[in-house]
């Protein structure tokens, strides 16, 4: 059974965690966790456009 979508109302702060399958590490390494970063903060700024 899939997941009902969850409610992100515009402006408010969301809490992200990253874990990885039975808490296995997510990232090969500094680079991929940087690449990561990035894309979070990419779509961040996407989301608060009006």
């Known amino acids: 059974m899939s997941r009902l979508p969850r409610v992100a109302p ?3 702060t969301q ?12 990232f ?3 680079d991929d966790m ?3 970063i990035v894309w979070l903060k990419v779509t961040a ?4 456009k009006p």
């Open 10 to 12: 515009v402006g408010v």
């Open 15 to 26: 809490h992200v965690i990253q874990r990885g399958n039975n808490r296995q590490v997510c």
């Open 28 to 30: 090969g390494g500094e």
């Open 34 to 36: 940087a690449a990561y």
């Open 45 to 48: 700024a996407q989301r608060i």
